[in-house]
């Protein structure tokens, strides 16, 4: 049984989930969402006007191969800084990954800059100092192999607890309060997630160099070593960081009720 099965959901959530890239769509997200009874809606931010945050309980924001400092060419960067600073004063969960986590920490007022190495590939992360009693740690396993795919990194903003660390990128994780979570790793990556990606980063595979870039092969193989452990660690910390927390601000609220735990819409498989 999923350790995020004792937390019941009361209420389905409203999710907004911005796609920032054809091929970074939800992924494990979109799969968690349907079975736990949330309502999700993807905007595809290149394309589709932005909604307002106060709309949802909680906005998500995904990867990209471009740079978070790519708003002189790319307008909607801007325009999603000014969705996520609505998200953070009107009280909701944000949840951001590799390039997301890049635009909260711009929103925050932390710099995205290059990274020192190239990271692609499953490698480990281990707490940071202070970061241990987090969400992502008491629901993740207990060796935490995950799928990186970056050449920026993020500065931890101010008022911000550093919660991840790999050999190769210090700050891989951080928290800013109880609602706001920024992951620079990729938990939600399923097997065929990660075959789109070795097709469209075709070339950049060809070119990457380093320590810390494996090879499409091994990328292959991690994932099928290490695909379905992350799915597990992402139904896990939802449960407990957006579930949870949901669930007790929604008290007393009128929204449908999401399946109970342990009905066809428990954890994964």
């Known amino acids: 049984m999923l350790r995020g099965d004792a937390v019941g959901v009361e209420w389905g959530m409203r ?4 796609q920032h890239a054809p091929h970074e769509g939800p992924a494990a997200f979109a799969d968690w969402a349907r079975r736990r ?19 949802f309980d909680l906005v998500l ?23 996520m600073r609505e998200a953070i004063s009107a009280g909701r969960r944000l949840l951001g990954i590799c390039l997301g986590a890049q635009l909260i920490a711009r929103t925050l007022g932390g710099a995205v800059r290059p990274s020192a190495h190239k990271e692609i590939g499953w490698w480990p992360i281990l707490p940071a100092a202070g970061g241990e ?10 060796t935490a192999v995950v799928l990186h795919w970056h050449g ?3 500065d ?17 994780a951080f928290e ?11 938990l939600e990556a399923t ?68 399946k109970a735990p342990g009905s066809s819409r428990g954890g994964p498989t």
């Open 61 to 83: 924001s995904m990867g990209g191969p471009m740079s978070a400092n790519d708003e002189d060419s790319l307008p909607w960067i801007a325009a999603e800084i000014a969705l």
């Open 191 to 258: 097997r065929p997630l990660i075959a789109s990606w070795l097709r469209q980063g075709a070339e950049e595979m060809a070119a990457a160099r380093g320590p810390w870039v494996q090879a499409a092969a091994d990328l292959r193989q991690g994932a099928e070593l290490h695909a379905r452990i992350c799915r597990r660690w992402l139904w896990n910390l939802m449960a407990s960081w957006a579930e949870a927390g949901s669930c007790r601000a929604l008290a007393g609220g009128s929204r449908r009720r999401a």
């Open 152 to 154: 920026e990194t993020f």
């Open 176 to 186: 800013w309060g109880p609602r706001v979570l920024a992951l620079q790793f990729h």
């Open 15 to 18: 999710i907004l989930c911005l």
């Open 37 to 55: 009874g949330h309502d999700l809606r993807v905007v595809r931010v290149w394309r589709e006007p932005l909604p307002s945050s106060r709309d």
């Open 133 to 142: 009693g987090s969400a992502l740690w008491r629901t993740a396993p207990e």
């Open 156 to 172: 931890v903003p101010a008022g911000g607890t550093r919660l991840a660390a790999s050999a190769a990128c210090p700050n891989q």
